[in-house]
Nanobody, 115 residues
Framework: QVQLVESGGDLVQPGGSLRLSCGAS????????MRWYRQVPGKGRIWVSI???????VYADSVKGRFTISRDNAKNTAYLQMTNLKPEDTAIYYC?????????WGQGTQVTVSS
């Protein structure tokens, strides 16, 4: 079955960096559009970034210039490199795969930005 597993979340100080990973299995990863979302308690899930099957990328304005999305099809893994982190980046980060008209979600990884 389809499985997405996020990792890399941690507690980091403002200005720090983290790299999130999303390991995928159960589908043809290279044919899936991959997205990252984030969510804080009591609020809806917000889109952060997308990478298409041909490596086109788009970012939310709030993270543009600080975050970089990438993928390694040989490793069935998507990444989110986050730099210059701010307290408002604190959230649970979710990986999403869109494959054959179906959305799949991981369980999320917690990122906390605090001094």
């Amino acid at each position: 079955q389809v499985q997405l597993v996020e990792s890399g979340g941690d507690l980091v100080q403002p200005g720090g960096s983290l790299r999130l990973s999303c390991g995928a299995s159960g589908f043809t990863f290279s044919q899936a559009t991959m997205r990252w979302y984030r969510q804080v308690p009591g609020k809806g899930r917000i889109w952060v970034s997308i990478i298409t099957t041909d490596n086109g990328t788009v970012y939310a304005d709030s993270v543009k210039g600080r975050f970089t999305i990438s993928r390694d099809n040989a490793k069935n893994t998507a990444y989110l490199q986050m730099t210059n982190l701010k307290p408002e980046d604190t959230a649970i980060y979710y990986c999403n795969a869109y494959f054959q008209r179906t959305d799949y979600w991981g369980q999320g990884t917690q990122v906390t930005v605090s001094s």
